[in-house]
């Protein structure tokens, strides 16, 4: 068997159901784009995450720049992110218009905080939080009304962390606003397609004209106020996404058997050294692990590491490298050199992913972690 980092998951039953709906779709019985079943999936993933507002999109990436334009983000303006996430982070803030602005991040690769502060200025209007793998910060609360307070925005960039809470708070529903990816290797998907909550309703009617090339959604007639694009999710989409969504809570314990499993196999290289494990406090939080990460402590060769994996057909990565301030893109247009977030830097050269995805069962993870225990 061959063990591969992620894997999309749908129940038998529900792909019959998927397709015995679309085939309806295909039948001329219903719309194939913003139908009854993209406005489905929006009521059901804002109830779920306990928002007032969701808006789907066709991605995470276009979710991000429709947040950032509907917050009034642009030029002049700066937005702080971790130096640890996708590049989709950073370049929806540049093409908003304004400049990202990187931070450090912390051993569980989250936004450092108190980095964080040490970058605020006048021009700051919004911070932008990621979940990495799922996981986040109990400050985060905390966080919020400190900025708020000054007038900066928090958004959540929740691509990785479907079903993860922190005090039985959805992620999702702390910041002002959050974004979704429905990619192929998320927790859930759509194939792609992507996800805005909000409880600021200003925010969720500007996204919302924004993602319908600039409608007004109150005028009786196809008038259009403002530049806007198209960002609309096709009802097929919307059908995997209300099957993935009616399934994400058994996903998420799932995925933490498999982290729980993981732990207590690997505690014999925790204990000699060799290598440290993601902290999470379970009392406060529900790690959604879309990632399972070791950081390795002595010195190991992660190239090494991944071939002898190969070799027992077990597939490992590591997330972001290089990190987002050393793209290319970003070297390019902001100077950014090696260096200049040496913890950062210093963490993402050391850390690997193991898989952890449904296709996973519990002797998977033992013989996975037994090849890894020999491969270091």
Known sequence: MKYNTAFPYFPEEDIQNILRKFKELLEGKGLLSMGKYVKEFEKKFADYIGVEHAIATTSCTSALETVLFASGIGEGDEVIIPSQTFIATASAVVRSGATPIFSEVNQNFLLDFEDMKSRITSKTKAVIFVHFSGLTNENIFTIKDWLNERGVLLLEDAAHAHGASVFDKKIGSIGDAATFSFYSTKNMTTGEGGMITTNNTHIAEKCTSIRSRGLDIKAKYEIFNELGTNQRMTEVQALMGLSQLNNLNDFVIYRNKLANAYNKYLQPLVEDGSIR????????????????????????????IRKKMEGYSIKIDWAYQPMVHLQPIFKKMYGMREGDLPLSEQLAETHICLPIHLGISMKGVKYISDKFIESI
């Open 277 to 304: 494990l993601i902290k999470v406090n379970h009392d406060t939080m529900v790690n959604a692990y879309w990632r399972y990460t070791v950081f390795l402590k002595n010195g190991q060769n992660r190239e090494e």
